[in-house]
């Protein structure tokens, strides 16, 4: 059985600015409801003093990069995914809306890695003959499974945008057979 984890990418000014709640009182409510956990993700805070502590919700993970890294906070979330038992995340912006029912249709599940590769058709497997096309959009969001998070959290950013980071982590494994990629039509789920 799927344990599907949707993680927020966010900061602590989406915070602040009651973003998280929006996010909780919508689709993630509707997600909540549906067996599908949403958890928000920030860096550490560059307005808090050493040594003090923010009050966090159950669902807000800190984690041990700065706020502004979006790539190094992909990595925090891979590693923080393979600690616990889950076969797929979707990642996403603190601006991203879900249409849930639309969403839950999503075929993730056989996949590695999948979202809308933009220069890819929806339903077309991912050859990767050149990666530096093929990434995920990180507007939209994307799934990974727990063998891609293991990569992810692996491997050190050498680009600032997440979306071009995961592609070059999965990539080489993708074009060797050795995992596998779809693009999504998610364009109805997605907003």
Not at 16 to 31: K, M, N, P
Not at 67 to 75: I, S
Not at 163 to 178: F, S, T
Request: contains cysteine.
């Amino acid at each position: 059985m799927s344990q599907l984890v949707v993680a927020v990418k966010s900061s602590h000014k989406d915070q602040e600015a009651g973003r998280h709640d929006v996010i909780r009182g919508t689709w993630g409510q509707e997600l909540k409801r549906a067996g599908v956990e949403v958890m928000f993700f920030m860096g550490q805070d560059p307005n808090l003093d050493k040594g003090s502590a923010k009050v966090l919700k159950r669902d807000e993970v800190i984690l041990d990069c700065l706020d502004t890294l979006v790539a190094k906070k992909v990595r925090g979330i891979a590693k923080w995914a393979v600690s616990k038992k889950i076969t797929h995340l979707f990642l996403c912006n603190v601006s991203t809306t879900l249409i849930v029912e639309k969403f839950l249709a999503l075929p993730y599940e056989p996949f590695d890695y999948a979202g809308d590769f933009l220069s890819f058709q929806p339903g077309d497997p991912l050859s990767y003959t050149d990666p530096r096309y093929a990434w995920a959009s990180e507007k939209e969001g994307y799934f990974i499974s727990r063998v891609a998070a293991e990569i992810v959290a692996d491997l050190f950013p050498t680009y600032s945008d997440d979306d071009v980071y995961v592609a070059q982590c999965l990539g080489p494994e993708i074009r060797k057979g050795l995992m596998f990629g779809m693009t999504l039509d998610m364009k109805d789920a997605v907003l």
